[in-house]
């Protein structure tokens, strides 16, 4: 399995970003694809991801600002990021069965 994340870039507070994981190779379940992110200086967090059910959850940190989405035909999780704060500033990771990462994409929130 390759994970490809896309979409980060440089925004200003207040403004929104829109994140790409596609996945290749075999996906069992594509609820077990997650976001994370690791700010500088700090640990890797769980930013957003899918019950075996299908039900997004979310980290305290962003529930209300972000929304974790899925296409399942592309194999592919999207994260709408809106209201963007500088503490969101980070390298976001996609996450595949807790095993499989993404290359990360770069998140700067800044004036």
């Known amino acids: 399995v390759q994970l490809q994340a896309s979409g980060g870039g440089l925004v200003r507070p207040g403004g929104s970003l829109r994140l790409s994981c596609a996945a290749s190779?075999?996906?069992?379940?594509?609820?077990?694809m997650r976001w994370y992110r690791q700010a500088p200086g700090k640990q890797r967090e769980l930013v957003a991801g899918?019950?075996?059910?299908?039900?997004?959850n979310y980290a305290d940190s962003v529930k209300g600002r972000f929304t974790i989405s899925r296409d399942i035909a592309k194999k592919t999780i999207y994260l709408q990021m809106n209201s963007l704060k500088s503490e969101d500033t980070a390298v976001y990771y996609c996450?595949?069965?807790?095993?499989?990462w993404g290359q990360g994409t770069l998140v700067t929130v800044s004036s």
């Open positions: 996450n595949y069965g807790l095993t499989f």
């Open positions: 190779g075999n996906i069992f379940s594509i609820n077990t």
């Open positions: 899918f019950t075996s059910s299908g039900i997004a």
